[in-house]
């Protein structure tokens, strides 16, 4: 294991940033902390660079305790959503920080700032100012600064947060790749869950100051430990009192089957995709709408419409969390989020 | 808006590797000339208050100055009084900026990045001295450190009363220029030098400082163009013998109520020179600083 973390906690005056928190961190993989904002993630990854001091707990870096170290001395590489980029230095300048103050031989912080540069694709870019280039390439300036002192760790505290959705998909794919050819541990703060999915080895699903669970992307998906988890990694909607994600749920145009039966009160495509909302019958009003997604042939030819009367019921197999609250605030309001942003 | 003026340059604009710089160059020339009236009269305002106050009235002095020749400039170099007030007024200037360097730095980062009980008090007492009228200042400083001096001290008359009067009324300056500055730098700028293993007086050197050279360079030259220039707070303080303590604004009044306008004007384009000089070299040296890291 790389990174250690035993029964950490963080307040913050009253608010409970950390609350005993223990986390293993295996090494060479790569690790997503994800959660909504303001659930301690940010925190705990600080924690670990030394940026912040925890209350109680250790950490632990390489089987080195690292509690009491500054950050100077962790060999933590850290990348901020900001970029912290040297203002007044040119890119090269920027990567070679780390070494020079290591003092390392000149030919030497030539040939590995050249090096790094051709890594993140920079080498063209060398002698301009991090003011000359645009968020994602100073994204990529940031991190090749930070490899190369060679950290132990890697820690990016949500790195693409500041870039838009394209750029944010292509860095995404291009850390991916990056850290299958340099293998160092890597850490990473998001609260995007298809990032998430996407890029990680392995989640922690942190929230409240609470690691909800720990796992692969197919086990948090597939197995969500509780609602949040469920709520939190990819859709869900309500059925007949359980979560299931929209598309894990069938459609039929007559009850022979059974089901829940209801009516199509909405139907929204958006791309390959249809989104249907039922309502169930008998239901009064929007909150107990349940959300269905299909390919859009396949509603063709199912002929659905507004007004159409159809039964749900899950698929088979489909995971089901059966809700403890009817219906839990927070995964109603994501639910509900969704669909406004999509109207 | 760019779209119809490309859509009827392009066919005639030759090759399709070429158009584009050759008629950006083209199309800037012609913004300039394109002025819009608000702008146009915004211009002009600025222009003419530009003049009478500062360009007129400087051409006025230089004028004067050179009316008399060589020859002013040097008689008046030449009078013992004059080149020791001059000297005095520069090196005690050039003192004032490099002490308020230092101490308003300090007291900057201190404002910016300390908390204290006390703080907002003396957010507001930085800017007594520019409160103040200089002459209240002068006062001020005669109370305590005058003949009558509580406290047993007395610099009236003495190069070091100089000195102090002048860091009084240059207090604000580096103070207020780098403040805002510092508020503005990003604090992962530095978690970041320091994660890549810089000690704090290294992120000091490389990091910090390098963003405030130009704040800290331009609070020292308007320090120093006070500095240069001051007047009512030295009338009470300096003592006024000539060659000894009298500055060049004080020599300067006195020329004129001797009716030597042309010797007056002499000094002023003097300290006009200087005070180019050095705001000029301060510029060139922050430039530097700024670059280097």
């Known amino acids: ?343 | 808006m760019s779209t119809p003026t490309l859509a009827a340059t392009a066919p005639g604009s030759g090759p399709a590797g070429g158009p584009g710089a050759p008629q950006r160059g083209r199309r800037r020339p012609r913004g300039v000339e394109a002025l819009t009236p608000a702008a146009g009269l915004g211009l002009g305002v600025a222009m003419l208050w530009f003049s009478l106050l500062v360009l007129l009235p400087l051409t006025a002095v230089v004028v004067t100055a050179l009316e008399g020749g060589w020859g002013t400039f040097v008689d008046v170099v030449a009078e013992p009084d004059t080149r020791a007030a001059l000297l005095l007024t520069i090196t005690e200037a050039l003192g004032v900026a490099v002490v308020n360097v230092v101490v308003g730095t300090v007291i900057a980062w201190v404002l910016v990045r300390d908390d204290f009980p006390g703080k907002r008090v003396l957010e507001v007492v930085i800017d007594v001295p520019f409160a103040l009228p200089t002459i209240v200042a002068g006062l001020v400083l005669l109370s305590l450190y005058g003949p009558r001096s509580p406290i047993g001290v007395n610099v009236v008359g003495t190069r070091e009363g100089i000195f102090l009067a002048l860091l009084f009324v240059t207090l604000p300056f580096v103070v207020r220029t780098v403040q805002p500055v510092l508020i503005e730098l990003d604090a992962d700028v530095e978690e970041a030098a320091a994660s890549l293993g810089a000690s704090p007086a290294t992120i000091l050197r490389r990091i910090v400082l390098p963003s405030l050279a130009p704040a800290i360079t331009a609070g020292a030259s308007l320090a120093f163009a006070r500095a240069i220039s001051e007047f009512g707070s030295l009338v009470l303080i300096a003592g006024n013998v000539p060659g000894e303590t009298e500055v060049a604004s004080l020599r300067i009044l006195k020329f004129i109520e001797g009716d030597r306008y042309a010797s007056a004007a002499a000094v002023a384009f003097i300290l006009l020179l200087v005070s180019a000089l050095v705001i000029a070299t301060l510029d060139v040296v922050s430039r530097r600083v700024a670059r280097r890291g």
């Open chain 1, 1 to 343: 294991m790389s990174i250690e973390v035993r029964g950490i906690s963080k307040h913050y005056g009253d608010f409970v940033a950390l609350g005993d928190v223990d986390l293993s961190i295996p090494t060479g993989r790569l690790t997503a902390l994800l959660g909504p904002s303001g659930g301690g993630k940010s925190t705990l990854l600080r924690i670990i660079a030394g940026l912040e001091v925890a209350d109680t707990g250790t950490v632990e870096i390489e089987g080195v305790d690292a509690t009491r170290l500054p950050p100077q001395r962790r060999d933590v590489g850290f990348v901020f959503q900001h970029y912290a980029a040297f203002k007044h230095m040119t890119v090269a300048k920027n990567v070679a920080f780390g070494l020079e103050i290591r003092k390392r031989p000149k030919k030497e912080v030539r040939a590995k700032v050249q090096e790094l540069l051709e890594l993140v694709h920079l080498e063209q870019f060398a002698d301009r100012l991090p003011a000359q280039l645009s968020g994602g390439q100073r994204q990529r300036m940031a991190l090749a600064r930070a490899l190369a002192v060679e950290p132990k760790v890697l820690l990016l505290d949500e790195p693409f947060g500041a870039l838009d959705a394209k750029v944010r998909k292509e860095l995404r794919d291009w850390l991916r790749r990056l850290h299958d050819e340099v293998h160092v541990t890597t850490v990473f703060v998001t609260h995007d869950q298809e990032e998430a999915l996407e890029v990680a080895d392995e989640i922690v699903v942190i929230n409240h100051g609470r690691i909800e669970q720990v796992g692969s992307p197919e086990d948090l998906y597939d197995e969500p430990a509780n609602e949040f988890v469920m709520g939190f990694l990819g859709e869900v909607t309500t059925l007949d009192g359980h979560l299931v994600r929209p598309h894990d749920v069938q459609v039929h145009t007559s009850g022979e089957r059974g089901g829940v039966p209801g009516t199509v009160v909405r139907a929204l495509r958006i791309g390959f995709e249809v989104r249907l909302i039922v309502r169930p019958e008998g239901a009064a009003d929007e909150g107990s709408d349940v959300v269905v997604t299909l390919t859009r042939t396949f509603a063709r030819s199912l002929g659905l419409e507004v007004g159409t009367p159809v039964w749900l019921e899950p698929e088979q197999g489909a995971r089901v969390v059966p809700v403890r609250r009817a219906p839990a605030a927070a995964l109603d309001g994501d639910v509900l989020g969704a669909e406004g942003a999509l109207v």
